[in-house]
């Protein structure tokens, strides 16, 4: 029954991921939690991926909080499973990103300074790039404007380095609509 349930609970996992995709997110969440039944603290890889499942729509539906714990959630399952850096570093800024969007700053910057710090480790200038725009964020909503726009300015020149024409395009606009408040 074990691999059974790990299989019904992959393709709930693609049914809700297709949901979601469809702006449908009870239906998404209520095949997710369906999933989550099956395999919650017995296959902790389909459990993992479930969770972030579970953060993005939370997030998306503004549930910041539950967001948030479905992550950490998470990122405890994908350290015990010995799963890569780039996969943990990018749980942390969706993290992160909750932590923002719930108003909890301080624990945001702890996450994306640890993104930053790990990243640049690991050479993940693309990761080290996005935590650094998303530190001048928080920095922005912090009421730290020259500090935003300094991260910023590294963020666009991380994001170049790292060939995302998006990402500098983002950061980059930032730092110019922030200065010209300043």
């Keep these: 029954p074990a691999p059974a349930s790990a299989s019904r609970a992959k393709m709930l996992l693609s049914l809700g991921r297709i ?9 998404a969440m209520r095949h997710f939690g369906q999933a989550l039944e099956l395999v919650a603290g017995v296959e902790p890889d389909v459990e993992s991926h479930l969770q972030v499942a579970i953060g993005r729509v939370r997030r998306i539906d503004g549930d910041p909080q539950h967001a948030a714990n479905a992550y950490r959630r998470a990122l405890e399952l994908f350290a015990d499973q010995g799963e890569s850096s780039e996969t943990l570093l990018r749980t942390r800024l969706e993290l992160a990103d909750a ?26 200038t693309g990761l080290v790039a996005r935590a650094v725009g998303m530190l001048g964020s928080v920095d922005e909503l912090a009421g730290r404007a020259r500090d935003a726009q300094v991260r910023y300015e590294e963020a666009a020149s991380l994001a170049a380095e790292a060939g995302d024409a998006p990402g500098h395009r983002r950061w980059l606009s930032a730092s110019k609509t922030l200065r010209a408040s300043l």
């Design 19 to 27: 949901a979601s995709r469809r702006d449908r997110p009870r239906d």
């Design 99 to 124: 932590l923002t969007a719930a108003g909890d700053h301080d624990a945001a910057a702890v996450e994306l300074r640890a993104v930053e710090h790990e990243g640049k480790k690991e050479d993940l």
